[in-house]
Every structure is written in structure tokens, then in C-alpha cells.
């Protein structure tokens, strides 16, 4: 499941490059759209009601089309923060994080801005593909945590970069967690 940004839908270059990495690969992938850009609206809603979106949507898809299969949970700049934030509780294997927006820009050194907390808490592999001029910062690696830089910045519109970057990720996440049978999709069409 990939989600979108602040500002942008389930049409970035970014996600478009993923999911034809991931289907390439043999995997299904759902694309989800926030409420608020469903009822037309631009502006985000605060964080709690997004990941209760995100939950929302993933309880009833496995209830239905993702019943029994593992779940990769993503998405790009504020999509990649919902993602962390709900990847417990969602019961993700692993998440994609495409431009994570590690600070607002111009705010690096302000520690109170850092969304590092959010990608340090998730508890399974992390692969963040971020551009290597990005205003919003560039996280640093971790025990979980793979940073692929690509050429560009936030907009990562470098699609090859993207999509080599996630079609190299997917298979060995998986496989390194034991729970994947090869040819099983990760996530559902639609």
C-alpha cells in the first residue's frame, strides 16, 4: 500500500515508479488516497487523522482482498511519516519511504523539528529513497534502515533512479524476514 504527500496525489512520478517496480516484481499494489483529497480539499489533515485513515483502510482490505498477505506499508514525503507512524499497529513487514520529509526546510538544525523519531521507531526494514538535494533533508542510515540517494530533490522525478532503487529493495526485505513465499503478492490490486 502506498500512500501520497501533503500536496500531491496517487498520481507522483515517485509512486508511479514504485508501483511499477513492485509489479514488475510479481506484487499487487493499492494506492491510497487521504480523505481530504478525496472530498477535494488541499490542505492535510493533522496527523492522527491521517493514520486513522491509513488504518481504516488497511482493516478493511484485510478483510477482504489483503486477507493472509503481508503487507508492505509506504508512501512519499508525508505518506512515508504516515506509514512509520502506523507501522505496528498496521502489522507492516516492511515500509518504502519515498522523500521523507526528515525536517521542514531551512530547519535542520533544530532538533525539535527532526521527524527522525518517526523512522527510528519502526521495528522492520526501511528502505528511504530520497533525493540527494532534498530542502527536507536526508536521513541517515540505520540497523533497519537502507537510504538510497537518487539524483534530484524533493519532487524525486528521477523515475529510473526510483524504480531500480525499490525493484533492487523488495525482494530481499522479504526474503531476509522469512515471511514471503516467492510469487505471493505483498499487497492487493486496486
Known sequence: MLGHGAGGGIDAPDLSAATQAARAAGFSVALVEQPYRVAGRR???PAHQLDAAWLAVIAELGRGPLRGLSLIAGGRSSGARVACRTACASGALAVLCL?????????ADDPAKSRLP???AVPVPVLVVQG???PFGIPPPGP????????????LRNVRAVEAAVAQWLP?????????????????SG
Open 118 to 120: 518517526e523512522l527510528d
Open 172 to 188: 530481499g526485505c522479504l526474503a531476509a524476514r522469512g515471511r514471503w513465499r516467492r510469487g505471493q503478492p505483498a499487497v492487493p
Open 43 to 45: 490542505s492535510p489533515a
Open 144 to 155: 533497519s534502515r537502507q537510504v538510497v540517494r537518487v539524483p534530484g530533490n524533493h519532487s
Open 99 to 107: 522523500a521523507f520529509p526528515l525536517h521542514p526546510p531551512g530547519l
Open 132 to 134: 540527494e538535494r532534498d
